[in-house]
């Protein structure tokens, strides 16, 4: 699978928009891009994927680069809620298994 | 829609004794269930991929025989670890695939395991 390369941790002013880059260079062209979060204590929870369109949902919006090289996580109104792990994952079509990474650790402040 | 439920959601045991983690999907069957452990301060990491009526398939450096996967129905999978030691406490998730055709993935809330 190809790997992700995301920041380690970012902080984020509530009510604004809080974009997460990832980049995933090596990404062949039948390999989705995901994006799941956990927040505390935990399970992780579904947020939103790709292949290669902008895709968007009542949660977030995924930009994925033409060369779909890297992509981009946006929260809209970021909230005190959305503080939490976010990872972006990159899964081969026809394979199951999501391989987690260390993560951005996003912070909402007041 | 989409619920997957672990129990217990914490447990304290004594070392050497065994300990059963139950996960279920609420309100769908689910083909395939993950078994993923986290330590403190890291990321998830995959133990074993379970279908319903067949043998889990482990990943490398995981023991199958420390930690038992039984997969008897479509809404139900067991992890028991045996014979637990402090450093097999952790946070164990579950997660499930919701059948054919499905590639998401629906997490459990976890279970925290002390081993004392």
């Known amino acids: 699978d190809a790997k992700t390369t995301q920041p380690t941790s970012m902080d984020c002013a509530e009510g604004r928009a809080a974009n997460l880059p990832c980049n995933h260079s090596t990404i062949s062209g039948n390999e989705y891009v995901y994006w799941y979060r956990q927040i505390h204590s935990q399970g992780p929870q579904y947020i939103i994927h790709?292949?290669?369109n902008n895709e968007t949902n009542e949660m977030a919006s995924l930009i994925i680069t033409e060369d779909r090289k890297s992509s981009t996580l946006i929260l809209p109104h970021a909230t005190l809620r959305d503080t939490a792990v976010y990872y972006c994952i990159v899964r081969v079509a026809n394979d199951y298994k999501l391989s987690f990474g260390a993560g951005t650790t996003v912070t909402v402040r007041a | 829609g989409a619920v997957v439920s672990q129990h217990p959601s914490w447990v304290i045991c004594k070392s050497g004794t065994s300990v059963k983690i139950e996960c279920r999907s609420l309100?769908?069957?689910?083909?395939?269930m993950f078994w993923y452990r986290q330590f403190p301060k890291q990321s998830l990491m995959l133990m074993a991929t379970s279908n319903e009526g067949s043998k889990a398939t482990y990943e490398q450096g995981v023991e199958k025989d420390k930690f038992l996967i039984n997969h008897a129905s479509l809404t139900l999978s067991t992890l028991t670890v045996t014979s637990a030691h402090p450093e097999d406490s952790s946070f164990y998730i579950c997660?499930?695939?919701?059948?054919?055709?499905?590639?998401?993935?629906?997490f459990g809330p976890g279970t925290r395991l002390t081993v004392t």
């Open positions: 997660s499930a695939r919701a059948g054919k055709g499905s590639y998401e993935q629906y």
């Open positions: 309100d769908f069957q689910a083909t395939t």
């Open positions: 790709g292949l290669k």
